[in-house]
């Protein structure tokens, strides 16, 4: 049984016609032009005579000049070429002189023809009509698009009714993923007011608008707006149940990382409401400009943003050293794009290398005479880090005591570390390790009256590689459950930015084997961050309270050696500094002579591949870690097992041959 045809509706032969590829589009606005061109003459004529009979000879052969001596005037200035929903001032342009140039052929035409029937007064007539119907026809088409062909578009309310509002409203109106109804706006002069016909509202009539304009989500038009005040607003937003977009931050759009109308899932630092205090220029620059500079893990996350804002700070040459091909030349191709744009004069040199090895790196600072060192290269994945002990250990003490090394004897002047909260009280071997690389460096500065050594301790910063965020985000899109490890785990974050920026502040302050701090701010709760992460992607959680809700929050227990909360000092004797957001920590070191005794004693664990006494040495030296009783080293555990079985068929041989005896 045949299905009944539905019946033909304005809106699907919208539809329909939006679908057509482009050359069959511009194919049908010719013909239309070719239509409505000859109409304009035969209108202006009909006006002029007060008659719908025109006894006009060469009336065929006008209407065809008025006609084809438009069209190729149109095609010349683009008027095919522009979209009808972005009809605009250029092509309204191509209107005016095709129309105009159509009058003056057809003067032309009439005088050499003889026919005299177009005076002065029908041929402005008829340039009237015809910019008058080629322009309308393109409005009713626009029309026809917005009305009828984006009624399955998203419909949103734009937080923001200032400049970037209305840019971004003019885009959406031009695409079909979204279309504003309402804009909203703190300030009372612009409410009431028309933005590309759409009215601007007070945000508290926002619930009742939601309902009545059926509103599914809220864009963000506030780039200037501080984090603090992006918190507000997201905060007031989240029970409304709506997906909550926003444009970049001012600085990313500045910086050339964004566009003005680029929209993008919530930053979760606006939901953080942490505002990066700007860089103090003279600490800023103090150990980069005009200077030599290394950095290690130069692909990583935090040695990748060291490294664009180091280059902006005018050094002499900046080398990128890093273990990652790949890493390597991501980092490499963005930066040599940024020093073409900004034309920035600064060498750049992208070296493949292991920190480990202390004739390489040596080799290298020698060469091109290295004067500060920016040491990021790390193993920090607390869970990967407990399973592969031997390389976790030679990744961030070996390589770090052997980067160190190189730079005291070529004489480097100042030498950063880049540390972790993690180091303080550590549980797990990531965070011993990163303890342990600080005491090197605080025994080293012990022996060096040139090279001054720090570190830089700080937490979580977001959108690293492997961190929570990415992961909730994706988890999100592809329909949950976020995993959480504990309810009451907590964590401090901060942006990458904000972090590269006060470590290379936190440098210039060096007088040799301090530890610094970053003010982190207040803890973050992660079971609230997914929540508030969910809640603002227009989503519900799903639990016993909701059981039809969207995303499932589920818990998987704290993971081997991973603590529930985080702590950045050993003790509470802190100081300040001259920067408000880094603090100087006073903390204990032990002598270069025993610092010395403890790497031997790792170095021959090393060598034997042995994770038991690796770990009794980061014991000794990291007075506050106590390694939990399980061993999690994947291949020590390989080993066991593997030695286990031999056992067992030792054993097994062993009681067959006292049977065969017996």
Request: charged share 20%.
């Amino acid at each position: 049984m045949s299905q009944p045809q539905r019946p033909v509706t304005l809106a699907g032969l919208a539809r329909r016609a939006l679908d057509l590829s482009r050359p069959t589009k511009r194919v049908l606005m010719v013909l239309a032009d070719l239509f409505v061109v000859p109409i304009a003459l035969w209108s202006a004529l009909v006006l002029k005579a007060d008659s719908l009979w025109l006894p006009v000879a060469q009336l065929p052969v006008l209407l065809a000049v008025a006609a084809f001596s438009a069209i190729p005037v149109f095609v010349r200035f683009g008027l095919y070429r522009a979209v009808v929903r972005y009809f605009g001032l250029h092509a309204l342009f191509a209107v005016l002189a095709g129309v105009t140039t159509s009058v003056l052929l057809l003067a032309i035409v009439d005088n050499l023809v003889g026919s005299a029937q177009l005076g002065a007064s029908v041929l402005a007539i008829y340039w009237a009509l015809a910019t008058i119907y080629v322009g309308a026809t393109r409005m009713i088409m626009r029309y026809i698009f917005h009305r009828y062909a984006v009624r399955q578009a998203e419909r949103v309310a734009i937080y923001g009714a200032g400049e970037a509002g209305a840019q971004l409203a003019a885009a959406l109106m031009g695409g079909r993923d979204c279309w504003p109804v309402a804009f909203v706006d703190d300030k009372r002069a612009l409410r009431g007011n028309l933005i590309h016909g759409v009215e601007v509202f007070d945000p508290a009539a926002l619930p009742d608008l939601i309902r009545e304009r059926e509103i599914t989500g809220v864009l963000l038009a506030l780039p200037s707006a501080s984090r603090r005040r992006k918190r507000e607003v997201l905060l007031a937003l989240e029970p409304l149940g709506l997906h909550v977009r926003s444009l970049p931050n001012m600085e990313d759009i500045l910086a050339g990382r964004a566009s003005s109308d680029e929209v993008r899932e919530v930053d979760v630092a606006d939901l953080l409401g942490r505002d990066p205090v700007p860089p103090y220029q003279h600490l800023f620059s103090a150990c980069v400009a005009g200077k030599a500079v290394l950095v290690t893990g130069a692909g990583g996350s935090i040695g990748s943003e060291l490294c664009r804002q180091i280059i902006r700070l005018a050094p002499t040459v900046l080398v990128l050293y890093e273990n990652s091909e790949l890493a390597l030349y991501q980092i490499d191709m963005e930066l040599r794009e940024l020093i073409e744009k900004e034309r920035l004069g600064v060498k750049l040199v992208s070296l493949l290398g292991n920190a480990h090895h202390r004739d390489r790196v040596l080799d290298v600072m020698s060469s091109y005479r290295i004067q500060t060192v920016y040491h990021a290269a790390a193993y920090k994945h607390v869970p990967i880090v407990e399973q592969n002990v031997i390389e976790g250990v030679h990744n961030n003490v070996v390589a770090t005591w052997n980067t160190a090394e190189a730079a005291l004897e070529a004489q480097v002047e100042t030498f950063v570390l880049v540390s972790t909260d993690k180091a303080v009280n550590p549980t797990n071997v990531m965070g011993a390790t990163k303890r342990m690389s600080e005491i090197v460096l605080q025994g080293l500065s012990e022996r060096s009256s040139r090279t001054r050594f720090c570190m830089v301790r700080f937490g979580n910063v977001l959108a690293s590689s492997g961190s929570v965020v990415p992961r909730f985000y994706e988890q999100i899109r592809k329909g949950g459950p976020l995993t959480v490890t504990h309810p009451d785990v907590t964590r401090y974050f901060m942006t990458i930015p904000e972090a590269a920026q006060l470590v290379i502040q936190a440098g210039s302050m060096a007088r040799g084997g301090d530890v610094f701090v970053l003010d982190m701010g207040k803890p973050v709760r992660i079971d609230d961050l997914a929540r508030r992460m969910i809640g603002l992607m227009g989503m519900s959680v799903r639990d016993d309270a909701n059981p039809d809700g969207d995303i499932a929050i589920e818990y998987s227990g704290l993971r081997p050696a991973e603590k529930l909360f985080e702590e950045l000092l050993i003790g509470n004797n802190v100081s300040g500094t001259d920067h408000p957001m880094i603090m100087r920590a006073m903390e204990h070191a032990l002598p270069w002579e025993r610092v010395q005794e403890l790497l031997k004693e790792m170095s021959l664990a090393l060598r034997g591949f042995d994770c038991q006494r690796a770990i009794a040495v980061l014991e000794e030296t990291v007075v506050e870690y106590k390694a939990s009783a399980e061993l999690h080293d994947l291949v020590t555990h390989e080993k066991r097992a593997l030695l286990a079985e031999q056992n067992k068929v030792t054993d097994l041989q062993a009681r067959r041959s006292r049977q065969g005896l017996n």
